[in-house]
């Protein structure tokens, strides 16, 4: 059994939609972050990072999104999320993964945590208006040099899609129409659609 | 043969000592950021994003450090720079590797180019105020949660190693005295010392 920590509206949303997909044999605890949950000594002694996903396991926890959606998608090869027997194609999935978690993750932070990089409110409002110009430069490189099409890395699903389903959830929350993204609204839609994504999206809206 | 786009003092540092380390056929294309060429055209039909590392493969690019980091490993299996067998130990170097990109890199970057999240001066200035602070908080998780000793990972050197050496030489730009960390200036230390880590140094102080 898998035990992903989780939260709303938290990248850990992604791991959630692998498990699924994965067909894991998991559970789902979601931390309540309006009540500091992810702070608790309970919690930090799981993830001393304070933060979701992490996903504990047999062995060990495992935290970190790409680090997460590598472990589903090699402990469960039946469920194809990566390209396990090609180190090429399957640093390509690591170099979406890192990009997401490293790039546009951050840059998303700006507009909600900026609290983390500067104490001054005047600084942190200013991370704050520009985050969108930010985030809108990050989907026009996904839109117009990553997404291949009809999924992240072409005709083969890897766990890029529900990461990149994710994170796309997100430019709504800074006033950004995904329409102007058209391949990357049509990925959207098409994940939105998808049972597994729509069982997972079911449990979030689902009182704790 | 792998050529490495690089530049002095940035994150290409790990994946260089990692091809080394390999035993790589590889060859070393230094860019130089004071003249800002990895914003010409030549340099972004390599790689769109405008950033080092990037490493050209007979089968194409590939690029973030973790993604570069991971395709040496499995590409040259008898470097054993990651666990590539197990896929827990495995996601434990893809999480500490995540944690360096997703949070260390970007702490350091807000010390050095804030005029990524802001355009206000003040707000820049307010950023490299406060970025010794965050990439302090940083190092002191590494050193209590993290770095198992005497390598990353424990007895098993992995690519973290050189990824996290590079790192931490970014700690004395923020006035930060590696030794308030003993464990990671122990572990700077003997990396310093390492044969192909001299090599990769010796070539980086080089005239370009």
């Known amino acids: 059994m898998l035990t992903l920590y989780s939260a709303p509206r938290t990248c850990a949303l992604a791991s959630h939609i692998a498990l699924e997909q994965a067909g894991a044999h998991y559970e789902v605890v979601r931390l ?23 996903l504990v396991t047999e062995r060990g926890v495992i935290t970190e999104t790409p680090a997460i959606l590598t472990f589903i998608a090699q ?17 390509q999935v690591q170099a979406f993964a890192s990009f997401l978690c490293a790039t546009v993750h951050p840059a998303h932070a700006h507009g909600v945590r900026g609290y983390r990089w500067a104490d001054d409110p005047a600084a942190i409002e200013e ?11 990050c989907f026009d490189l996904i839109e117009r040099d990553m997404l291949a099409g009809p999924w992240v890395m072409g005709e083969a699903y890897s766990f890029c899609d529900p990461y990149l389903f994710t994170i796309a959830g997100w ?32 449990s979030h809206t689902a009182p704790v």
């Open 127 to 137: 991370m704050k208006r520009k985050a969108p110009q930010v985030m809108s430069d």
């Open 32 to 54: 309540d972050f309006r009540a500091n949950a992810q702070r608790e000594p309970d919690y930090l002694a799981i993830n001393p990072k304070g933060r979701v996903p992490a």
């Open 171 to 202: 430019l709504e929350g800074h006033r950004l129409d995904i329409a102007r993204w058209p391949k990357t609204a049509d990925h959207f839609d098409r994940m939105s659609e998808n049972p597994a994504v729509r069982r997972v999206l079911a």
């Open 75 to 91: 402990s469960h090869p039946q469920a194809r999320l990566a390209p396990l027997d090609d180190a090429f194609a399957f640093a």
